[in-house]
């Protein structure tokens, strides 16, 4: 029971950083504060991020549990499909330069508290793109679904695997802050792009790592 609450963790962990590691808009405005005010401006918005992709995370697992059926009917199917996806954003981020919007952003004055809710209704307001791609890397780390919505257990199973999720999400947030402010007196905004690299490689070669598993499940032995 432990192995597999500790599993059901790690796998929503995985799914909360994966679908966090990129360096768009939210990204971006995240690491300006960190930059032109301090590093508890920069956590307060990256905080605001992770709370707002948790419940955006919520309703993808709810329609996730909602197509069950068909998830384990077609789950060969959908995690090519889903490992594709990810393929996909993966070389978006690659290619991206976040370097002229890092040029052009200004923080503003504002405490903590708007620096949280600014992040969290901006990154809310990208619902109907975040949902969909939250959807692709539940069906990658292959999510566990359960039988019975009222039961305890599965009840415990899915808060596990959406706490995992926070707790992913914080850990990327967290760690970005904490390296931008660390070296914010030699940051420069090409080493953004250099992220972008490193990340985009890291996404995309999770999702051709899904779609090879997931053939080579399916071959008959």
């Known amino acids: 029971m432990l192995v597999s609450s500790i599993d059901i963790f790690f796998r929503g962990l995985g799914v909360g950083l994966a679908s966090s ?3 768009g808009p ?4 995240c690491i300006q504060r960190t930059l032109s005010k301090n590093r508890r401006s920069g956590l307060a918005s990256g905080t605001g991020v992770a ?3 948790t419940l955006m995370a919520i309703i993808a697992y709810f329609f996730y549990s909602m197509l069950q059926a068909q998830i384990e009917e077609y789950s060969a199917v959908l995690q090519v499909v889903g490992g594709i996806f990810v393929v996909i954003v ?5 290619f991206q330069n976040p370097v002229p919007q890092i040029r052009r952003n200004r923080a503003g004055k ?4 708007q620096d949280f809710s600014s992040m969290f209704v ?11 791609y939250l959807l692709a890397f539940f069906a990658m780390f292959n999510v566990g679904l359960q039988s019975s919505a009222e039961d305890v257990a599965s009840l415990v199973r899915s808060a596990l695997t959406i706490l ?9 947030w967290v760690s970005l802050t904490l390296v931008i402010d660390l070296f914010r007196r030699r940051f420069r905004p090409r080493h953004m792009l250099t992220i972008n690299h490193i990340a985009g490689v890291v996404i995309a070669v999770l999702g051709v790592y899904t779609i090879l598993s997931t053939f080579f499940n399916i071959l008959p032995k």
């Open 51 to 53: 709370v707002a992709d």
């Open 164 to 172: 995992g999720f926070l707790a992913g999400a914080m850990a990327w």
């Open 90 to 94: 993966g070389a978006y981020i690659f």
């Open 26 to 29: 939210v990204a971006v405005l």
């Open 21 to 23: 590691i990129t360096v």
């Open 122 to 132: 901006f990154t809310l307001a990208n619902f109907v793109v975040v949902v969909p």
């Open 110 to 113: 504002s405490n903590l508290w």
